[in-house]
């Protein structure tokens, strides 16, 4: 089943304290990307990734960091969580024709 | 700027009813891509439509259809007869061609559909 899946789907972790949220696809889509949403504020993109070891900021970077190794994952890396980082999250890969981007099922981070 | 609004908040039907869901949107692009996105309450987002902006064909899909205009900027979507599994957020976003990051959504605020029993 093509799909993109995330982990892990709930988080619950305290300020400071490193964390890793990752993100797999079995499509082949060259694009892939982060966004995150807040009540107010909608979806805002973080980071994204056009192919591998090709990434860029997207609207609200700060705090957060990415790699892309390998064509089909594009974890989301944490360093240094703070509560304004608490939010849902959710990655994102596409296709060029189109430029349709299927997103993960999600995952809620609170951090306290 | 807001490049994409959808002004009705909340919309509340009874089953089988049908809704339509307003999207407006603002480019300078010729070439850019419309979508809905379904939230449901179990939070994840899905896919269900994306129309070209150099194909304003107008089509149907099951229970769904949209009406792309260009002259007004709107990409409006129908839910025909709805059903409470309905029931969701639903999303208009745009991608602009034109961008180095053209596949970036910019999305509206959402319409919240309730389908009553």
């Known amino acids: 089943e093509a799909q993109v899946t995330q982990n892990p789907r709930y988080l619950i972790t305290v300020t400071g304290k490193k964390l890793t949220v990752t993100c797999s696809q079995n499509m082949n889509h060259e694009y892939m990307s982060w966004y995150r949403q807040d009540p107010g504020l909608g979806l805002r993109q973080i980071y994204y990734?056009?192919?591998?070891?090709?990434?860029d900021k997207g609207d609200v970077p700060e705090g957060y960091k990415v790699s892309r190794k390998e064509k089909r994952n594009f974890p989301l890396i944490l360093e240094s969580p703070s509560p304004n980082q608490t939010s849902l999250y959710f990655c994102a890969s596409g296709l060029d024709r189109g430029k349709t981007q299927y997103f993960g099922p999600g995952t809620r981070l609170l951090v306290l | 700027a807001q490049k994409v609004t959808q002004a009705q908040t909340e919309i509340s039907v009874v089953e089988k009813e049908d809704v339509t869901l307003d999207c407006v949107y603002e480019?300078?692009?010729?070439?850019?891509?419309l979508f809905w996105y379904k939230q449901p309450p179990s939070g994840e987002l899905v896919f269900l439509i994306r129309r070209n902006s150099f194909d304003e064909q107008n089509e149907i899909s099951g229970r769904y259809s949209w009406n792309f205009q260009k002259s007004t900027s709107s990409f409006n979507f129908t839910i025909t007869a709805s059903q409470v599994v309905d029931s969701a957020v639903y999303f208009c976003a745009l991608s602009e061609a034109a961008r180095s990051n053209d596949y970036k959504l910019s999305f509206g605020a959402g319409t919240t559909v309730t389908v009553r029993a």
């Open positions: 480019t300078r692009d010729t070439t850019y891509y």
């Open positions: 990734s056009m192919n591998v070891e090709v990434t």
